[in-house]
């Protein structure tokens, strides 16, 4: 890497941190942590709503507070709860060691996400004081910071939705669906926006020792921008399927219950409300989407079969295609044992895990410099 570096530094590669190879780890260790840490947040997330505790505490402060320390206290704490539809129509009769639990796994997730803030910020500003960071990467991360502080925002918003009283008397209280997509893909942009970036800090350049191995990687990346969209849209739909509690509907796989599509797909209007709000819709269109995207990234895999690509690349690609398959186990499996926390969990860490690979996928293959090109040379492409 500090080769790559040293040479795109003499041939005119604006790199993004300019102090040398040392800084350059020290900056790629602090941001791949950073996104490490955003990962963290999203499993923990994750646990936190499966086990329904995102709605035990009914208030909010952007700087966080103290947990309740005396008997007192958390009798206060669990009286402020008692008043939330959820405790009156879902948690009735729960005593107060039993609130303890959703609790703490609320604070515990609102707290690991302020303690990001700080892990993120310090050394920010110990880099900028160096002078490690360059303008364009300051401004990238600052922007990324400022994404981070409007997501305890959004994560409020999205749970003052859950306290409110439902409109049926028959419908239990949870969050809006939209705005716990908005908080998850809040999240997802966050994660990749660090993960990208790192990736740029210590590989400034792509893997590619001749030119036909960079045209090949050229193919493979037009194939590659499409499938990462179906990805994306398939972890949002997912995040649908999570707001409305699909997961715990139509416990049957590959039919819908008795069926392949249940008659009440479109019961909802105006129409496009049964994209995001029919239950029976949203759980038939994250199958299709899941199926649509494990059958894409296999055509993918597929297609390195005749490209010229290096080594590397081809070894990428074959791995996301194992994690696209045990992704879609892991959904499968997760639907039929009625979404166990362990499985949910997994499940939600897997879509996260191959976002990751996609967005590695995409870094490998794109173009290098023009400076690096001149370098390499011509090599008759290999049939494979």
Known sequence: ????????????????????????????????????????????????????????????????????LSDEEWQQEFEKYKQSPEYKRVNKGMNIEEFKFIYWMEYAHRMWGRALGVMFALPFSYFLRKGYITM?????????????????????????SGLEEPAS??????????????????AFVIYSGL????????????PAESLAWVQGAAKLKR?????????????????FVAGNDAGRAYNTFPKMGDVWVPDNIFELKP??????????????????????????????????????????????VGATFGMAALQVTLGVSTLLSYVPVSLGTAHQAGALTLLTLMLLLNHTVRRPSMSLLKTLPQVTKTAW
């Open 1 to 68: 890497m500090s080769t790559v570096a040293s040479v795109g530094t003499e041939q005119g590669l604006k790199m993004l941190v300019t102090a040398g190879p040392r800084a350059q780890k020290m900056v790629g260790i602090w941001l791949f942590g950073s996104a490490a840490w955003v990962f963290s947040m999203v499993v923990l997330g994750g646990v936190t709503r499966l086990t329904r505790s995102g709605l035990s505490m009914t208030d909010w402060k952007f700087a966080g507070n103290l947990p309740p």
């Open 136 to 160: 364009r990467l300051g401004l990238r991360l600052s922007a990324l910071f400022a994404l981070g502080a409007g997501q305890g925002l959004i994560g409020w918003w999205m749970v003052k």
């Open 169 to 186: 008397e028959y419908v239990e209280p949870r969050v809006s669906p939209y705005r716990l997509a908005a908080h998850l893909t809040s």
């Open 195 to 206: 993960f990208w970036t790192a990736l740029s800090v210590v590989m400034p350049e792509p």
């Open 223 to 239: 194939l590659a921008i499409p499938v990462s969209l179906i990805v994306g849209i398939t972890a949002l739909s997912g995040a």
């Open 271 to 316: 129409t496009i409300r049964n994209f995001f709000e029919n239950t029976s819709m949203v759980q038939l269109d994250h199958r299709i989407l899941a199926t649509t995207t494990l059958i894409s990234i296999c055509g993918l895999w597929w297609s390195t079969k005749k490209l010229d690509i290096h080594p590397a690349i081809r070894t990428l």
